[in-house]
């Protein structure tokens, strides 16, 4: 809303000054901000009358040190993630933007699922809160949203090198990449990135190449199906690893600050030439909301770091997660996920391990048996003697390390 107040004073009365508001990377600090600020001034109100109407944390005694400490401790915290995330988003990026209003959809869409889920433990009384079917049901209607409106939309689009003569008919772009001559097109595609593999890109519509002719008729089945997959397996991630004070919040501003990066580069020409990456016109405004995002899990971690004050609970997990998964997907970066979100990985597949296993072990022998000493894996560790504080710190460590590894991808060949 301000960039475009900003805008209109600029074009109509030239103000000095006031031209900054066109300029993506200013626009993503004051949103940056703006978040902190929210969520640390006004996120410190909102855990009063939490705690006033007495909407504490259920703790179930797993034997975990300093685990009964903390009930009655205020959740459902995830309402400051997420005005943190919505308020300088609608304040400063350009809100016709398909990229961003996309991001606005997820953000609220997952928020919701997450409250509702919070609101029937904390008010129903209901330890199990919404039943996991109906939290698929909605992850899955926002994937089929997401990749629908990515596969339809005219406005996503990608800048491709073309051979001439050309056969879209769309204009033709020349660009002289090293020395070298190089024609292009923004056109629609179903490439998104993937490392090492050849020139670092990947096309959902020849996954089905094998079976012969006519498999570019499924193009948009195969697509849905990895948009599904990634959006579920993130967003449940986030939620599994939101387990100790300041997991899961450390966690997603690492990723949200690499994402960042990645959607800059993909949407600035000339970075992305430089770089020899797919270049995506307009994604560069999702900066603008990874800037929010960011700015609001590092608020809240004001009050979420050790010993927390406040949880986020799954209002803000399920979304944290959902909107790492749905913002990689708008930079074509979905498939960088498994290095990015690493601790998410280990952590979802801690839980599917230690589960199937037990199952099989009692299948087989009468009596289960155990991988770990707890899962997720952070309990593990806890179970181990670590301070929840030390694992956190040595899983943001780990978080940081992936992110590195995930920029350096780039220029992997």
Not at 361 to 381: C, D, I, S, Y
Request: glycine share 10%; net charge positive.
């Amino acid at each position: 809303m301000l960039y475009y107040l900003f805008n209109y004073l600029d074009h109509n009365f030239s103000i000095p000054g006031i031209g900054v508001f066109q300029y993506i990377t200013f626009r993503m600090a004051m949103a940056v901000i703006t978040s902190l600020i929210i969520t640390t001034v006004y996120g410190r109100r909102l855990i009063d009358y939490l705690r006033f109407k007495q909407v504490g944390e259920t703790v179930r005694n797993l034997g975990l040190e300093g685990q009964m400490q903390k009930q009655g401790t205020p959740t459902m915290g995830g309402i400051i993630i997420l005005l943190g995330i919505l308020v300088p988003t609608l304040l400063f990026a350009k809100l016709e933007n398909v990229y961003v209003i996309l991001m606005l959809v997820s953000t609220v869409w997952l928020g919701a699922i997450g409250f509702l889920d919070d609101y029937i433990k904390v008010f129903k009384k209901n330890k199990e809160g919404l039943a996991g079917r109906f939290k698929i049901v909605g992850q899955v209607g926002l994937a089929l949203i997401v990749g629908w409106t990515m596969y339809s939309n005219s406005d996503i689009i990608i800048r491709q090198e073309v051979k001439l003569p050309v056969k879209y008919d769309v204009p033709v772009e020349f660009h002289l990449r090293n020395n070298k001559a190089v024609y292009t097109q923004n056109i629609k595609s179903t490439k998104t990135t993937m490392p090492f593999y050849k020139n670092n890109e990947f096309d959902y519509g020849k996954v089905l190449k094998l079976f012969g002719h006519g498999y570019e008729h499924y193009t948009l089945l195969v697509f849905m199906v990895f948009v599904i997959a990634i959006i579920v397996f993130i967003s449940n991630g986030a939620n599994i690893t939101d387990g100790i004070d300041g997991l899961a919040t450390g966690t997603s501003a690492i990723i949200g600050i690499t994402l960042a990066i990645l959607a800059y580069v993909s949407g600035n020409t000339v970075i992305a030439d430089y770089l020899n990456i797919m270049y995506i016109p307009n994604s560069g405004e999702l900066v603008v909301f990874a800037g929010a995002f960011v700015g609001a899990c590092v608020g809240f971690l004001w009050y979420n770091s050790y010993p927390a004050q406040v949880f986020m609970g799954d209002t803000g997990s399920l979304a944290i997660g959902g909107i790492i998964a749905v913002f990689a997907i708008m930079i074509r970066k979905e498939l960088l996920l498994p290095l990015l979100c690493g601790v998410f990985l280990i952590e979802n597949f801690s839980v599917i391990i230690q589960v199937g296993w037990f199952k099989y072990t009692k299948k087989r022998t009468g009596e289960g048996q155990r991988v770990f000493l707890m899962a997720p894996l952070h309990h593990h560790f806890q179970k181990r003697g670590f301070h929840e504080a030390k694992i956190v710190t040595r899983f943001w460590i780990i978080s940081i390390a992936l992110a590195v590894i995930t920029v350096l991808t780039l220029k992997l060949r």
